[in-house]
Every structure is written in C-alpha cells, then in structure tokens.
C-alpha cells in the first residue's frame, strides 16, 4: 500500500501565506496539508481553520485539505455542518475533517464550556453534525428542512478524532473513527495508544479502520549543524510543551531527523510499529529555523516518497 504523505505548514504568518503554503505543498506533490485550531496563543492562533482552507481550496485543485482538530463545543452543530458542507463544496470534495474537544483550560473558559463537560458536548455535537450532513431533518424544524447545500462527499467528508488521554482514545474506538495523536507522543507511547483504540473498536462492533493517520516533527536535512539545531529546538520544546507527559523520550522518539535515508528509514518504522496509512509531517516545533531551511526540508521530504 502507497503511503499517504501530508504535511502542516511551515511557516506562521498572517495574511494568505498559509493558502500559499497549501499550494506550494500541492506543487511538491503532497496529498494533504493539515491545520490546526488554536485559540490566544500568539504567535500561533488560528481560530478558524475551516475559514482559511477555503482561501487554500481557491489556491489549489488535488490537494486534501484538512483539520488536526476542529474543536466541537465551541460551536453551535448546525453553523458548523454548513460551514463544512460549504467548504466541501468549494474544494469539490477535497475536505477532511479532525475533530478535537480542545484541552486548554483557558480557551474552553473564554468559550463558556466546562470541563467536565466538553466530552459529552463534543459526542452530543459530533451526532447532531452528523446528521445534518447527512440530510436528516433539522431539529425544531419541520420535516421538509435540511442543510443546504450538502457536502460533496456522502454522507459526509471523512472525519478522525484528535486524541491524547485514554479517554479521549476509548471515545474515538467507541465512534469507529480513526484516532490522531498528538506530534509530541513517542513512538513506544503510540504503539499502546493505538492497540487502546483498536481494542476499543473492537469492543462497540467496528470493523478494523482503514486510515490510520500519524502525525510527527519532522526536519531533512544534509546540513550537520541545522540537523544539531532542530535536535536542539525540539528537546527544548519537548520539555516546555505542557501537552507532553513522558518526558524521558528521546527526539529519535517523537521526532525524525536527519539525512533523507535516515529520514525515510525512521518513518518506515513508524509504519511497521503502528500500521500507519497516513503520515503527516509537522513542523510547529521548529520555531526558530530559518524559512529557507524549513522549504528546503519540505522539498526533500517531498522526494523521499514521490512516485
């Protein structure tokens, strides 16, 4: 099986230097290019994800465009299935959806949602989506009103869920959805995590999944001492990064680093270890390299799986 290869951008910028990086990413030859939803946190807030893939589905033709984590107790179901209808409109069908809960304290606070609550506002949301995607009546509506227009994609655009803790995993086996880790997991950690998932979707009837997305740092370069500062860059980061928990993982662990065949090698044993189908390369945590080096270890990533 080919190995599906998407990435994140590489640069934070405002303005429409993410829609050209979606582009830029098609042009190489990846298959999807990913965003995340992150809210109060300068430098890298992007409050609206689904609002910037469609300037991205305006730039672009072939690539997938897709969240990390479009967070659902923020939002009311019925704004957020027309939001997604309409994008997977406007990029005919090249949509995919992660979906996270959110796991910042402070955001869910500015938002109004509870802890304790967004778990079952994220399953109670996710059905409510679902069925309006799917063209079932709208609530409190008479039978002869639904979404419009509907997605491309039926019954609707494909959807993983983005998870951390073992309850999070247990929901997304519970809902026969693909998980998603988290970039800042090691390796060993997600061979158990994703034995959890399985487990758990075997326990509420799924059929084994078919995608299984992975999402890790990654950083190819030929250059000793950029290779020195983007080892150096993550352990920093790994260690300050308040999502991490085994902070005993080396880089080799959560990261691949290095040469292009060494680069290759790593995400090939990803593959063996965890079934992977899905490989995004992510790049959040090398804040600090230059953009040129960051394009360039784009490029050459994007010619170690090129057909």
């Not at 609206?48 to 479009?70: E, F, G, K």
């Not at 079932?136 to 983005?162: I, K, N, T, Y």
């Amino acid at each position: 099986m080919t190995l599906h290869v998407g990435t994140t951008p590489w640069v934070w910028e405002g303005g429409l230097s993410i829609p050209r990086q979606a582009k830029i990413a098609e042009s190489l030859g990846f298959e999807s290019f990913w965003l995340p939803e992150n809210h109060l946190t300068q430098p890298f807030s992007l409050p609206d994800p689904l609002m910037m893939l469609a300037a991205a589905a305006a730039l672009t033709t072939r690539i997938q465009l897709a969240t990390t984590s479009y967070l659902l107790p923020l939002r009311a179901p019925l704004a957020a299935a027309e939001q997604i209808a309409a994008l997977d409109n406007l990029c005919d069908g090249r949509l995919l959806l992660g979906l996270g809960r959110g796991f910042d304290p402070d955001t869910l606070a500015a938002f109004g949602v509870k802890q304790s609550h967004k778990r079952a506002m994220f399953s109670a949301h996710l059905a409510s989506i679902v069925s309006l995607l799917r063209g079932e009546a709208v609530p409190g509506c008479g039978e002869d009103r639904q979404l419009s227009p509907l997605p491309v994609q039926r019954p609707h655009p494909p959807m993983v869920v983005a998870a951390f803790g073992p309850k999070a995993i247990e929901q997304a086996g519970s809902l026969g959805l693909p998980y998603l880790a988290s970039p800042a997991e090691s390796a060993s950690g997600l061979e158990r995590k994703y034995r959890e998932h399985r487990a758990a979707c075997r326990a509420h009837g799924h059929e084994p999944l078919s995608m299984v997305p992975v999402m890790r740092t990654v950083f190819v370069s030929d250059d000793k001492l950029l290779l020195k500062r983007a080892r150096e860059l993550i352990a920093q980061e790994r260690i300050t990064r308040r999502v991490a928990r085994e902070e005993a993982a080396t880089v080799d662990e959560i990261a691949c680093v290095g040469r292009g065949s060494e680069v290759r090698a790593q995400i090939e044993t990803l593959r063996e270890r965890l079934g992977m189908t899905h490989f995004i390369a992510s790049r959040i945590r090398l804040q600090g390299m230059d953009e040129a080096s960051m394009r360039a270890s784009m490029e050459a990533l994007s010619k170690l799986f090129a057909s």
